[in-house]
Nanobody, 122 residues
């Protein structure tokens, strides 16, 4: 079983930057690809970014490319989401997930963290 714990979410102002972290633990977690999703109130959960632990594959949602970057530290068992020039529409609960392959589909992931809230004020 894999456990995922997100951290770093907080209230920020439009234009600010923020880095989220996802700490992974449990048997076999290094065999999974990692992804970030987000869900705003009243909206469906959407893909943000994904990466494999070996970093052979990296993907960022088209609408977020250029502002959001995903990276990982294998030694620390941690995946990061660097967010730049945040906008009010980025306000959402951000979730870390683990699955067999880097994918934009929510259903392809097996494990999920509890989420961390990011709120961007104008």
């Amino acid at each position: 079983q894999v456990q995922l714990v997100e951290s770093g979410g907080k209230l920020v102002q439009a234009g600010d930057s923020l880095r989220l972290s996802c700490a992974a633990s449990g048997a076999g977690f290094n065999r999974y690809a990692m992804g970030w999703f987000r869900q705003a109130p009243g909206k469906e959960r959407e893909f943000v970014a994904g990466i494999s632990w070996g970093r052979y594959t990296v993907d960022v949602a088209d609408s977020l490319r250029g502002r959001f970057t995903i990276s990982g530290d294998n030694g620390l068992n941690t995946v990061y989401l660097q967010m730049l020039r945040l906008r009010p529409e980025d306000t959402a609960a951000y979730y870390c997930a683990a699955g067999p392959v880097v994918s934009r589909a929510e259903g392809d992931y097996y494990y999920w963290g509890r989420g961390t809230q990011v709120t961007v004020s104008s």
